[in-house]
Every structure is written in C-alpha cells, then in structure tokens.
C-alpha cells in the first residue's frame, strides 16, 4: 500500500488490517502518542471541510507529528495555475505525506503519480472518498460489532453520493450482507454500481422510495445528506431536498439495537432530535473517521520506511490512450490540458473502458 485513492484497491486483508490497528489506537492511545514524532503531514484541501481535514490534522496530532497545508484553493499557488502535478512534486521536499482533497475528479491520483511520498485521497468531487470509507468500516465494526451478516438501509441521495459507493464497494468484501437501497426515483443508485458491485458480488439489495417500510429491517441505517452542490438544476435540488427526514416516530418501529449513521454534515435529514437517541452514531462515526486516519498515516509511513516510494506509474496494459476523450467536466484530464486521456478495459467481455482518472465509461 502506497498510496490510498480508492477503497476498492484494498483488499479486506487490508481493511481488517487497518481495523484492528484502529482498533487498538482506540483502546491504547499511549502507545501510538509520539510514533510520529519528526514526520510531516501536508494537507493539500481545494474544497471545504471539517471532518476530514481536521480529523487529519488531529490524526497526526495524536501521533506526536507536526501539519502543514492549506484549506483552500485561493491559498495556493493553484491560483496561479499550478498544475497537481507540479504541488506534489514541491510538496514531497516538505512534508513526508499528503491529504488532498479536491474539486476536481482523479487530481489524488494524479499527485500520487508525481509525488515521491504517499499520498491519501481525502475525496475527490463526486468520485471516492476513501478515509470516509474506512471510518465507517470502523464505525460498523465498534458499535455493530460484526462486520458480516447484517441488513443495512442507504437512505437519501444515492445518485450522487460518493461515500454511499465507496461503502458499498467495501462492505461487498464482506459475507451474508443485504442491502436497502431507499432514495426517491431521480436520486438511485447508478446502474453501475449495481452491475458492476452489487450483482457481481452476490449482494442481495431491494431498491425502495418507502423509508418506513424498510426501516424495521434495518440493522444499520444510513442516512445521507442531498447535496445541492452536485446538482446542475437547483429547481431539482429544491424539489427533492426533503425527500427523507429521520424523525424520533420515524424510529418507532426500528430495532432497539439499531445503528444509525450519517457521513455528515446533515442538514435537515435528521432531525436533531435524534441525536439522543443512544442509536445516534454519527458523531461517533466522525470520531472513528479520526482512529482511522491515525491507523492508515501510520501503515503508509511504515510502509515507506521500509520501501521509500519510488514515482508511482499507470499500469498500461489494455489501456487505449487518447482514442477516447472523457467528458466528465470535473474530470482532472478536462482540467489540466496536457494529460492524455487514458482509458482502461474494465470488462473484457463488453469491451466496457473507463477514464482511470474519473471512471466515467467511454
Ligand atoms: N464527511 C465529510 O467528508 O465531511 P467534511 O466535508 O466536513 O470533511
């Protein structure tokens, strides 16, 4: 593990590896207080945030290292034109790690093909958003305390919802898991994730519009928030945004044991009534996404230490390389005007090709 973009690059391995140090950093925080003294941590954050960016930054903290960075694209030489590429090579003489998270889709991958030191996708636009992933794996561990054979609701925007696809991608590594796929018409989750995830992994899922009549099924419910931001039409957004609201009545006839989770922020989809509720997890959930970082900062510094990281290289076989052009506008291949497109066979049988940036299919 060099670098970490996608959750679907690891393998469960990896994950219960991760798991059970996040685990322990959680039972004996002592012992991890100084693992990182003298190591450096570059948060590299072009859009806003709380969670992640801070979590990072206390992650690293709680280890004994030190942070750098910026929080905003207008405070860095991005302004100027700078391309990711060029920032992770200047980065990589100062810092010994990266967290970025960008607008833009596939920039991670990018700076991770440049930079000489590992480099963490702290999310992407709309495409992954891997140490959200993981903390949530971590969240289902701690609380669920199991992390096969359990029923779980994803309720709200699951069109646009990039943690909903990743967690999907994660949990389908694991046995005996059904799935409630509950969103309103316009906002299901896209007949990829359902081809290439779901069925081909053997998930059971039913697709509903009706929260109230899946919720007693449920022994994970998680809620999440419609995003305006990845909306084109705001008179869609307008018409959609209340589709779900998570009410105490809403939860009569849930389990008493359920888990409640939300990758937050919420707006209005839980009612902040709920949050007493002892099966209200998602402030804990944001916790864990701290542990987490902590647990995969250190694997990855480790792992250089051993191995220091050499320039990352695309894997070219069954590539076509500028035969396609992706049309993904967020894409970081429409966005810094000299990378070739490059699109990889994802399904030899179909002949299905995706951007390796933004997996948009060609
Ligand atoms: N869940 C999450 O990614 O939150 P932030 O956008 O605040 O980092």
């Known amino acids: ?22 685990s322990d950093i959680i039972d004996n925080p002592e012992k991890y207080s100084e693992k990182c003294k003298g190591k450096k941590l570059a948060t590299l954050f072009y859009e806003p945030s709380t969670r992640t960016r801070l979590s990072f930054t206390a992650a690293m903290m ?12 207008s405070s860095s030489s991005a302004m100027k034109g700078e391309s990711v590429a060029d920032t992770a090579k200047i980065v990589s003489c100062y ?36 140490t959200q992933t993981l903390g949530d794996l971590l969240t289902i561990h701690r609380e669920l305390g199991r992390m096969n054979e359990y029923v779980i609701g994803f309720c709200g925007d699951l069109k646009y919802g990039r943690t909903v696809h990743s967690f999907i991608n994660a949990i389908s590594k694991y046995k005996n898991i059904k799935i409630y796929l509950i969103s ?16 081909k ?47 105490i009545d809403k939860l009569t006839n849930a389990k008493n044991d359920l888990v409640i989770m939300h990758p937050l922020p919420r707006v209005n989809e839980i009612s902040v009534k ?13 916790l864990y996404g701290k542990y987490m970082r902590m647990a995969l900062i250190l694997k990855l510094l480790d792992e250089t230490k051993n191995n220091p990281k050499k320039e990352s290289r695309i894997d070219y076989s069954n590539v076509k390389i500028n035969e396609y052009k992706c ?21 030899e049988k179909n002949k299905i090709y995706r951007c390796i940036y933004c997996e948009k299919k060609a």
């Open 184 to 199: 309103p018409e316009e906002l299901k989750i896209p007949n990829y994730v359902k081809h290439e995830v779901l069925n």
């Open 95 to 130: 810092a010994d790690i990266i967290a970025m998270r960008s607008p833009i889709e596939g920039a991670p991958l990018v700076a991770a093909l440049n930079a000489s030191i590992p480099v963490i996708n702290a999310g992407d636009g709309g495409h992954c958003h891997p």
């Open 201 to 247: 992994n053997n998930i059971e899922y039913i697709e509903t519009t009706n929260l109230d009549e899946a919720i007693p099924n449920l022994d994970v419910l998680y809620m999440t928030r419609i995003q305006q931001e990845r909306f084109s039409d705001i008179d869609e957004y307008n018409r959609l945004k209340n589709s779900y609201i998570l009410t």
């Open 62 to 73: 709680e280890l004994g290292g030190n942070v750098l960075g910026f929080s905003e694209a």
């Open 274 to 286: 709920v949050d007493d509720d002892p099966r209200a997890c998602y402030f804990k959930q944001a």
């Open 1 to 22: 593990m060099k670098n970490v973009l996608d959750v679907v690059d690891l393998t469960l391995e990896e994950l219960n590896d991760l798991i059970s140090t996040a």
């Open 327 to 347: 049309t993904n506008p967020k894409c970081i291949s429409q966005v810094e005007q000299e990378l070739d497109h490059i699109f990889k066979c994802v399904d």
